[in-house]
């Protein structure tokens, strides 16, 4: 049974940061492509970081470069978004997707809201 669990979101303040966890299983993680996507409402899903399975490639949205850092840990079957010098604007769901050729699998999503 394919699981991706996304967990580390909560409520923080401007400026802050957190960090997002992704752990995998049923599937083979360490040849998967791995991203990040967040969904805000009444906004569409938008990719926000991505990492190749080898951890070697990674892509950021222009929103998030220089604040946020995709890694992944293919012993664990775990990929992290931190996430630092956090923006009211970066509130959103966030949720992990797995990509091969021949399937994606995305997580249930965590919240991450941003607040004073």
């Known amino acids: 049974q394919v699981r991706l669990v996304e967990s580390g979101g909560g409520l923080v303040q401007p400026g802050g940061s957190l960090r997002l966890s992704c752990a995998a299983s049923?599937?083979?993680?360490?040849?998967?492509?791995m991203s990040w996507y967040r969904q805000a409402p009444g906004k569409e899903r938008e990719l926000v970081a991505g990492?190749?399975?080898?951890?070697?490639?990674?892509e950021y949205a222009d929103s998030v470069k220089g604040r946020f850092t995709i890694s992944r840990d293919n012993a664990k079957n775990t990929v992290y978004l931190q996430m630092n010098s956090l923006k009211f604007e970066d509130t959103a769901v966030y949720y992990c997707?797995?990509?091969?050729?021949?399937?994606?699998?995305w997580g249930q999503g965590t919240q991450v809201t941003v607040s004073s």
């Open positions: 990492i190749g399975s080898n951890g070697g490639n990674t």
């Open positions: 049923g599937f083979t993680f360490s040849r998967s492509d």
């Open positions: 997707k797995a990509v091969r050729v021949w399937y994606s699998y």
